[in-house]
């Protein structure tokens, strides 16, 4: 219940104390601030013809949001934030199997809010825009599907696709995986959402051409179930006869697998026992960290891509 205390109003009765429930809101409100970032700079940008941003801008807004995302959910469930990140800590024993489904779960309505909210501010331009047209194929123009999940070049096949989607989010798990390795560079906790932000920037500007780089398949499938919902129809998924939604879910996944495994073959595994840490939670351990935890073990390894305990 609220209580009064020294004219203060309390609201301390409301404190969840469920670990799980806890890990469930930071992933679904870091979640939902990325997208609502990473959205609204493409529908700024679509919808203003490109004078009010242009795919630069649009990079450092997912750039910018994935470090905002990370910030706010880092020290309760490791700042995930992506399905794909979360299936390949459990994979590599880093999270629980029996946490994996609240992550998701918190991840893919974290990215259906924020899409809804995207297009709540910004559904007269998107009207003015598209003359109140809502058209899906990417290569018609005042199309606008695309502000909410990726499309391919006219060009690119699923399966070209599906490889993009592969090498992106494995672009995407190393490095974070690297980040928070601290027998390797040791970077400072606060550091670990900068890099990881900047690890976005610069697979979208090396690979967003092919389908625009989703590599987050809670970024692609929740907004990509609102449009159907919110007048583009079914065709958001009947697009290329049901030939392309998969691609941006499968392929991150198995991304992530291969960026995680990749690194604990190639370097993890071979560190000498005198570069060993003590005292520190380290990239394999397993278990789960609560917040609490984290606050009085400041140096623990905490990652964008792993709640290590």
Known sequence: MIQVVDNMVSISAVKVKSYEIRV???????????????????AQSVTSHAAYGDFTTINWAWCMAVMIGILISINVSGGHINP???LAMAMIGRLKWTLLPVYMLAQYLGAFVGASIVYLVYFEAIENYSGGVKLT????????AGIFSTYPQE???????????????????????????????????????????????????AYGYNCGYGINPARDLSPRIFTALAGWGTEVFS??????????????????????FIYIFLVELHWDSEDEL??????????????????????????ISIDEK
């Open 155 to 205: 060009f690119l096949s699923a399966t070209e696709g599906l490889a993009d989607q592969i090498v992106g989010t494995i672009l995407l798990v190393l490095p974070v995986m690297a980040i928070t390795d601290r027998r390797n560079a040791d970077v400072p906790k606060f550091l670990v959402p900068v890099l990881a932000g900047l690890t976005v920037f610069v697979i979208g500007a």
């Open 278 to 303: 003590s005292n520190d939670f380290l990239p394999g351990d397993s278990g789960e960290i609560k917040a609490e935890d984290l606050a009085s073990e400041f140096k623990s390894s905490v990652s």
């Open 24 to 42: 469930a809101f930071a992933e679904f409100l870091g979640t939902c601030i990325l997208i609502i970032f990473g959205l609204g700079s493409v």
């Open 239 to 260: 697009f290329r006869d049901y030939n392309w939604f998969w691609v941006p879910i499968v392929g991150p996944h198995i991304g992530a697998i291969l960026g995680a």
């Open 84 to 86: 794909a990140v979360s």
């Open 137 to 144: 194929d990417p290569t018609l123009a005042n199309s606008t």
